[in-house]
């Protein structure tokens, strides 16, 4: 079975800090993807990979970045969280080809005090 | 850019009657899937349309690609509790875009 980890399930931050989200796939998959999901708005990608040091920005990118050092590995960062990306993180990854299913990962609920 | 639309927001049923979720985007797409978000869980692969017209089934559900390949639907057959979730669809422009956008997704309430 597919698995794609995230590092936390639930975060509190407070405005200003640093904040890092790390997930991990075990499946050798070239692509993978960070969203943030908010009520209403479904998933909205915020940064692909679609190889290691590779990146893309997606739809909201403004106030994220990423790190892919490692195939297995990508990382989203917030330089410096505000409240307004209190929000639900979830990663995924998926094989070449780009329209291959997406696994995904449970998903990292951040707030931000 | 490309926007995938769906409708309706919501959608609350009893057991037993069936339920319909329609997707639409701006673009043409080169394939359209569709995901389950249990409550709590996290979104699940259900399928891929790719053809044209192409109709796909899984025991209750129901998945169809328009003609033009702007549009889905994803209907289900005598809802059960089961059923109870989001759904969404996400799309792969033909624009070269590699990754796929999202819908806002249907919840789906299914009453005993």
């Known amino acids: 079975d597919v698995k794609v980890t995230q590092s936390s399930r639930y975060l509190v931050k407070r405005t200003g800090e640093k904040v890092f989200l790390e997930c991990v796939q075990d499946m050798d998959h070239e692509n993978m993807f960070w969203y943030r999901q908010d009520p209403g708005l479904g998933l909205r990608l915020i940064y692909f990979?679609?190889?290691?040091?590779?990146?893309e920005k997606g739809d909201i990118p403004e106030g994220y970045s990423v790190s892919r050092e490692k195939k297995e590995r990508f990382s989203l960062i917030l330089e410096s969280a505000s409240t307004n990306q209190t929000s639900m993180y979830l990663c995924?990854?998926?094989?070449?080809?780009?329209?291959?299913?997406?696994?995904f990962g449970p998903g990292t609920r951040l707030t931000v005090l | 850019g490309q926007q995938v639309m769906q409708i309706p927001q919501y959608q609350h049923v009893q057991e037993g009657e069936d339920f319909t979720t329609y997707c639409n985007s701006s673009t043409t797409l080169s394939n359209i899937q569709w995901y389950k978000q249990r409550p709590g869980g996290h979104p699940v692969f259900l399928i891929q349309l790719v053809k044209s017209g192409e109709v796909k089934k899984q025991k209750r559900l129901t998945f169809q690609f328009g003609e033009a390949k702007k549009n889905s639907s994803l209907h289900i057959t005598a809802t059960q509790t089961t059923d109870v979730g989001t759904y969404f669809c996400a799309g792969r422009g033909d624009t070269g875009r590699r990754a796929l956008t999202f819908g806002s997704g249907t919840r789906l309430q299914v009453q005993p």
């Open positions: 990979s679609y190889d290691v040091k590779m990146k």
């Open positions: 995924a990854s998926s094989g070449t080809g780009g329209g291959n299913e997406q696994f």
